[in-house]
Structures are given as C-alpha cells and as structure tokens.
C-alpha cells in the first residue's frame, strides 16, 4: 500500500508560483511513477503531468506545458511540481497518484493510490 501526502498548496496572485510536493508515507516512491492531477469546483479531474520512477520521462498537459515542471529528486522521494506564471483557471485541488509501477501513464484509471489533496487558488 502507498500513501501519498501533497503539501505546498496556498494562495497566490496571478503571474506567481508555487511548488507542490508530493511524499510517500510508507514505502518509499522510488521506484514508482507519479502524476499530478487538479480538479476544479464543478469539473472533472483532469491530468497535469506524469514522470516515471528515473526522472527521465516526463509529461505534461498542454495546458501547463512551458509553465509547470514535474521533478524528482536523486532520492527520487519526494516528487515536485513547479508551477510557475499561475492564472485564476489554474485554482483547483492538485492530487498526486501513483499507478505502483514504474513506467509513467497519462490514464487516470490506472493510478491505483492517491493522496488527500492540496488546494492551490490564483487570484486575479
């Protein structure tokens, strides 16, 4: 079983940054794949961005792409998403996941651990 906890949520202005985190409690995420997700009031949970249990293969959303960055570091415990030049339609609650395996997937379905959640709002 793996628990993830995210943590670095908040509230910024518009055109600011946050940087997310995402540990493991419990076995250590290593030697898994993470993604992020963020789900918006009244919207469906949408995919942000993947990378694998190296580091090497990443991937994100158009949506994010040029502003945000997914990184792991040598420990590869935590996982980070850098998010950078933030808008208003970027607030949502930001999950992080992990299928369990190494290889990243861009398939909600089958990301088989979840963590609680972290609001993230950008004001105007």
């Known amino acids: 079983q793996v628990q993830l906890v995210e943590s670095g949520g908040g509230l910024v202005q518009a055109g600011g940054s946050l940087r997310l985190s995402c540990a493991a409690s419990?076995?250590?995420?290593?030697?898994?794949?993470v993604g992020w997700f963020r789900q918006a009031p009244g919207k469906e949970r949408e995919f942000v961005a993947a990378i694998d249990w190296s580091g090497v293969d990443t991937y994100l959303a158009d949506s994010v792409q040029g502003r945000f960055t997914i990184s792991r570091d040598t420990a590869k415990n935590p996982v980070y998403l850098q998010m950078t030049v933030l808008q208003p339609e970027d607030t949502a609650v930001y999950y992080c996941a992990s299928s369990g395996r190494g290889t990243m997937t861009l398939q909600r379905y089958e990301y088989a651990y979840w963590g609680q959640g972290t609001q993230v709002t950008v004001s105007s």
């Open positions: 419990g076995p250590r995420l290593r030697s898994y794949d």
